[in-house]
């Protein structure tokens, strides 16, 4: 239960072939329009759970998506499609394309479990090959001729279907003679992706076949923030003046090597200079420093128009979520919105946002809506409290909260430790007023060896089903 003070009242809360997919596409001939595939499943029910709308990347949000299906089913998660590492960076390597590794991810975080064929897809689908690359490659030639016990429980139809696209993927690249396909840590799940995706020629519909396959709910959307069939890179300008290309150099750099990524929040070192912006950069010709301006998903503008919340999810700030926001477009929908906008802050720093407050979040991301630092013909001026207006902070977080900074940025919401705490740095006087204009609340949270200090995923879903209804 979701406690909320108001300062006057309490409030609780409960809270064979490709083209053989008949049995997956159930629906209306318009298969990838997926304003429709969710009108439809809301037809059949008169009182509708609130909508959200959720910018995140792959591992910080990961976490609390199966305690959101709880809450609701109506969720938009946008995501990023520029990560160059892991097993992602071998396929663009080989095949090009956008990176399709968070999107595989949340799929199979929103896929079902209610059945023992379901768990199955899912355990296929999310199983990753050994590091060993000889022993890596041996699994896979079990995998794609049907032999590996992971086949086991999983239907004719879906395993007809789910095979034929990885092998659709092997012939992709066999047709690519001059490349070497290392399978060492591969992902099946972005195997059979990238090969419904080349297909297709088209990621929404690699996204709708994944998302049938594996069984999410129909008013569940997965929208990529660019719907491209494109390679796309991702760069940072810092405060030095120092360019760094490539996602996975800008996070979690691996001078080059094919090794696993260290995803752990203390893995890296900090960066030599603070994060100015990040941007778009071309993957092609001779000027690979060239900034690019891809258009971002309409229907990720179509949601943001509608949806009941707008929610920054916890995770890499300038690398995960950052990228979906420098679009345009999407900082003239957020700021004209009068609905919940919450962002989630992180529990613990990183190689990003070293030494940075929670202010300091805010104004990175209002930086980003705004293209602060970008083209001034496509500069907006709005202030932080346009696109956020409330704060959700873990309990004993390692990220400062300095209120006062906050509340100027017109932030009047804040989620936060205990009160005693945050104010006893503050006088009598601007304690009083500070507390008029922020909602004090307490969200537990969890240490993680891996991933630092992280949100509870019941007591951060419970708050947020009290903000939105």
């Given at each position: 239960?979701?406690?909320?003070?108001?300062?006057?009242?309490?409030?609780?809360?409960?809270?064979?072939?490709?083209?053989?997919?008949?049995?997956?596409?159930?629906?209306?001939?318009?298969?990838?329009?997926?304003?429709?595939?969710?009108?439809?499943?809301?037809?059949?029910?008169?009182?509708?759970?609130?909508?959200?709308?959720?910018?995140?990347?792959?591992?910080?949000?990961?976490?609390?998506?199966?305690?959101?299906?709880?809450?609701?089913?109506?969720?938009?998660?946008?995501?990023?499609?520029?990560?160059?590492?892991?097993?992602?960076?071998?396929?663009?390597?080989?095949?090009?394309?956008?990176?399709?590794?968070?999107?595989?991810?949340?799929?199979?975080?929103?896929?079902?479990?209610?059945?023992?064929?379901?768990?199955?897809?899912?355990?296929?689908?999310?199983?990753?090959?050994?590091?060993?690359?000889?022993?890596?490659?041996?699994?896979?030639?079990?995998?794609?001729?049907?032999?590996?016990?992971?086949?086991?429980?999983?239907?004719?139809?879906?395993?007809?279907?789910?095979?034929?696209?990885?092998?659709?993927?092997?012939?992709?690249?066999?047709?690519?003679?001059?490349?070497?396909?290392?399978?060492?840590?591969?992902?099946?799940?972005?195997?059979?992706?990238?090969?419904?995706?080349?297909?297709?020629?088209?990621?929404?519909?690699?996204?709708?076949?994944?998302?049938?396959?594996?069984?999410?709910?129909?008013?569940?959307?997965?929208?990529?923030?660019?719907?491209?069939?494109?390679?796309?890179?991702?760069?940072?300008?810092?405060?030095?003046?120092?360019?760094?290309?490539?996602?996975?150099?800008?996070?979690?750099?691996?001078?080059?090597?094919?090794?696993?990524?260290?995803?752990?929040?203390?893995?890296?070192?900090?960066?030599?200079?603070?994060?100015?912006?990040?941007?778009?950069?071309?993957?092609?010709?001779?000027?690979?420093?060239?900034?690019?301006?891809?258009?971002?998903?309409?229907?990720?503008?179509?949601?943001?128009?509608?949806?009941?919340?707008?929610?920054?999810?916890?995770?890499?700030l300038f690398t995960s979520v950052c990228p979906s926001l420098v679009?345009?477009?999407?900082?003239?929908?957020?700021?004209?919105?009068?609905?919940?906008?919450?962002?989630?802050?992180?529990?613990?720093?990183?190689?990003?946002?070293?030494?940075?407050?929670?202010?300091?979040?805010?104004?990175?991301?209002?930086?980003?809506?705004?293209?602060?630092?970008?083209?001034?013909?496509?500069?907006?001026?709005?202030?932080?409290?346009?696109?956020?207006?409330?704060?959700?902070?873990?309990?004993?977080?390692?990220?400062?909260?300095?209120?006062?900074?906050?509340?100027?940025?017109?932030?009047?919401?804040?989620?936060?430790?205990?009160?005693?705490?945050?104010?006893?740095?503050?006088?009598?006087?601007?304690?009083?007023?500070?507390?008029?204009?922020?909602?004090?609340?307490?969200?537990?949270?969890?240490?993680?060896?891996?991933?630092?200090?992280?949100?509870?995923?019941?007591?951060?879903?419970?708050?947020?089903?009290?903000?939105?209804?």
């Open positions: 239960m979701a406690e909320i003070c108001y300062f006057g009242g309490l409030v609780h809360y409960k809270a064979p072939s490709p083209f053989s997919l008949h049995f997956l596409f159930r629906s209306k001939p318009h298969y990838y329009n997926s304003t429709s595939l969710m009108a439809e499943c809301r037809s059949s029910s008169t009182v509708e759970p609130p909508s959200l709308l959720v910018f995140s990347g792959c591992t910080g949000f990961n976490g609390v998506v199966e305690e959101l299906k709880k809450l609701t089913t109506r969720v938009a998660h946008v995501l990023p499609v520029s990560d160059d590492g892991g097993s992602t960076a071998e396929i663009v390597r080989v095949l090009g394309g956008p990176a399709v590794g968070d999107i595989r991810s949340r799929c199979l975080r929103l896929s079902d479990e209610s059945t023992s064929e379901a768990l199955a897809v899912r355990r296929l689908l999310g199983h990753r090959l050994p590091i060993d690359a000889h022993q890596a490659k041996k699994d896979w030639y079990d995998i794609v001729e049907g032999n590996h016990s992971l086949w086991d429980g999983v239907s004719r139809p879906y395993s007809e279907t789910i095979r034929a696209f990885l092998i659709y993927f092997q012939n992709e690249f066999h047709r690519r003679p001059n490349e070497r396909f290392c399978f060492s840590n591969g992902s099946i799940g972005n195997f059979f992706f990238a090969g419904a995706r080349i297909f297709f020629q088209s990621l929404d519909a690699a996204i709708f076949l994944f998302s049938r396959v594996s069984e999410i709910p129909c008013d569940s959307l997965v929208l990529p923030v660019i719907s491209t069939n494109d390679r796309l890179t991702l760069g940072c300008e810092l405060q030095d003046g120092t360019i760094i290309r490539g996602q996975n150099e800008i996070s979690h750099p691996t001078n080059g090597t094919m090794q696993t990524v260290d995803k752990r929040h203390c893995s890296n070192s900090a960066l030599p200079s603070k994060i100015k912006r990040v941007f778009y950069m071309s993957s092609e010709g001779n000027n690979l420093l060239h900034e690019v301006f891809p258009p971002v998903n309409p229907t990720v503008l179509e949601q943001l128009r509608s949806v009941d919340c707008i929610v920054y999810a916890m995770g890499s679009l345009l477009g999407v900082g003239e929908i957020i700021s004209s919105r009068s609905c919940r906008k919450v962002l989630l802050l992180n529990g613990s720093q990183d190689r990003e946002t070293s030494g940075f407050t929670a202010s300091c979040f805010v104004t990175a991301i209002a930086d980003a809506l705004n293209r602060t630092h970008g083209d001034p013909n496509i500069r907006l001026k709005n202030p932080p409290g346009y696109y956020i207006n409330t704060l959700l902070v873990p309990k004993d977080g390692e990220i400062a909260v300095d209120l006062k900074q906050l509340s100027e940025q017109g932030i009047k919401d804040v989620v936060s430790i205990s009160v005693l705490h945050l104010f006893s740095s503050l006088c009598a006087q601007q304690t009083l007023t500070v507390a008029s204009a922020l909602l004090q609340r307490v969200v537990e949270c969890v240490g993680d060896p891996k991933h630092g200090i992280l949100f509870n995923p019941s007591s951060l879903i419970n708050m947020l089903a009290g903000l939105v209804e």
